[in-house]
């Protein structure tokens, strides 16, 4: 291509007022698909960030400290974006910064998370309400704000949830709560999206080694919580003397679930993605007990081949 006709097409695309960064792409071949990853700067959110650069993909890495901005910034294929999911001029911000760049938005995952242990009637309302900001109100705000490009691009959104959607243990019950909301929210959303061919689904990981636990106790100390005269004081004492993010495996499978529901021409709706068959076995038993006591005691209830025969009618229509 000549200098002459650089130069002619550069004129129509300033003329036009489409952003010259993306039709330079354009001419150059496609578009690299960009993905946004919430709460990138550690744990499972840094994994994901850096399989889908690794993949050839470009990343839009939230974070919210300038370390972790600074760190994910170096990083081929990515750009650090400060997102607190908490704070709407930063998403305003990042919205802003992504549509002017030109790629579009193919992709969105919404891991941002955090966790708050204490006994439900001990709970005080302020970290009830931090539970939900993030973990609940965090997904609603990125999603509605980045909604404009993702119906552009029919793309995907994918949103990090846990076995603890389904599961709901001592001491963890607003963190739980936040989780099986998540549920909700993607079931309802996938239904509202897909009139516009876009893909919903929701990851839920079981035990993976992260830093969430490390930040929850930290949080904690800051906020000057003691298990002193609580009814569960011994309980809460063994928990935070743990040191649970030690454990687990790295969560690489889990950058594989979301990889296939952001690609993948059929992705699923949901993805249980758990290191051991254990953590499995607890949650399926979990699914089925609720379901048996949904049948339970009323003039609707099914025996068992009509159960069974529900069952095996969900099997054959996911296989399809």
Same mark, same amino acid.
């Given at each position: 291509?000549?200098?002459?006709?650089?130069?002619?097409? #550069?004129? #129509?695309?300033? /003329?036009?007022?489409?952003?010259?960064?993306?039709?330079?792409?354009?001419?150059?071949?496609?578009?690299?698909?960009?993905?946004?990853?919430?709460?990138?700067?550690?744990?499972?959110? @840094?994994?994901?960030?850096?399989?889908? $650069?690794?993949?050839?993909?470009?990343?839009?890495?939230?974070?919210?400290?300038?370390?972790?901005?600074?760190?994910?910034?170096?990083?081929?294929?990515?750009?650090?974006?400060?997102?607190?999911?908490?704070?709407?001029?930063?998403?305003?911000?990042?919205?802003?910064?992504?549509?002017?760049?030109?790629?579009?938005?193919?992709?969105?995952?919404?891991?941002?998370?955090?966790?708050?242990?204490?006994?439900? /009637?001990?709970?005080?309302?302020?970290?009830?309400?931090?539970?939900?900001?993030?973990?609940?109100?965090?997904?609603?705000? /990125?999603?509605?704000?980045?909604?404009?490009?993702?119906?552009?691009?029919?793309? @995907?959104?994918?949103?990090?949830?846990?076995?603890?959607?389904?599961?709901?243990?001592? #001491?963890?019950?607003?963190?739980?709560?936040?989780?099986?909301?998540?549920?909700?929210?993607?079931?309802?959303?996938?239904?509202?999206?897909?009139?516009?061919?876009?893909?919903?689904?929701?990851?839920?990981?079981?035990?993976?080694?992260?830093?969430?636990?490390?930040?929850?106790?930290?949080? *904690?100390?800051?906020?000057?919580?003691?298990?002193?005269?609580?009814?569960?004081?011994?309980?809460?004492?063994?928990?935070?003397?743990?040191?649970?993010?030690?454990?687990?495996?790295?969560?690489? $499978?889990?950058?594989? $679930?979301?990889?296939?529901?952001?690609?993948?021409?059929?992705?699923?709706?949901?993805? *249980?993605?758990?290191?051991?068959?254990?953590?499995?076995?607890?949650?399926?038993?979990?699914?089925?007990?609720?379901?048996?006591?949904?049948?339970?005691?009323?003039?609707?209830?099914?025996?068992?081949?009509?159960?069974?025969?529900?069952?095996?009618?969900? #099997?054959? $229509?996911?296989?399809?």
């Amino acid at each position: 291509m000549s200098k002459t006709t650089c130069y002619f097409y #550069l004129a #129509l695309f300033v /003329i036009s007022g489409l952003p010259v960064s993306a039709q330079a792409q354009s001419m150059s071949g496609p578009v690299q698909k960009a993905v946004l990853v919430t709460g990138a700067s550690s744990g499972i959110g @840094r994994k994901i960030a850096e399989r889908l $650069a690794a993949e050839g993909y470009f990343v839009y890495a939230g974070a919210r400290k300038d370390q972790d901005l600074a760190e994910l910034g170096q990083i081929e294929n990515m750009k650090s974006v400060r997102l607190d999911v908490t704070v709407q001029e930063q998403i305003d911000a990042a919205v802003e910064t992504i549509r002017s760049e030109g790629r579009g938005l193919h992709g969105l995952v919404n891991n941002a998370g955090v966790g708050v242990i204490a006994p439900l /009637i001990e709970m005080s309302e302020q970290d009830l309400k931090f539970q939900f900001d993030v973990n609940v109100y965090g997904p609603y705000r /990125i999603t509605k704000a980045f909604a404009p490009l993702l119906l552009e691009a029919k793309g @995907r959104i994918t949103t990090i949830g846990s076995i603890s959607g389904v599961l709901s243990g001592r #001491l963890f019950g607003a963190y739980s709560m936040s989780k099986h909301a998540i549920e909700a929210y993607t079931d309802s959303l996938a239904r509202e999206l897909e009139q516009f061919d876009v893909q919903v689904s929701v990851i839920e990981p079981g035990n993976y080694k992260s830093r969430f636990f490390q930040t929850l106790l930290q949080r *904690m100390e800051e906020f000057g919580y003691t298990p002193d005269g609580s009814l569960y004081e011994d309980e809460m004492l063994r928990l935070m003397g743990s040191d649970s993010d030690d454990w687990g495996t790295p969560p690489d $499978a889990v950058a594989d $679930a979301v990889l296939h529901a952001l690609f993948d021409a059929n992705p699923q709706r949901r993805y *249980m993605v758990v290191p051991n068959q254990r953590q499995a076995e607890i949650t399926i038993r979990k699914l089925i007990e609720e379901t048996v006591q949904m049948n339970e005691g009323h003039r609707y209830s099914y025996d068992r081949d009509q159960l069974v025969a529900m069952l095996d009618e969900a #099997l054959a $229509a996911q296989r399809q």
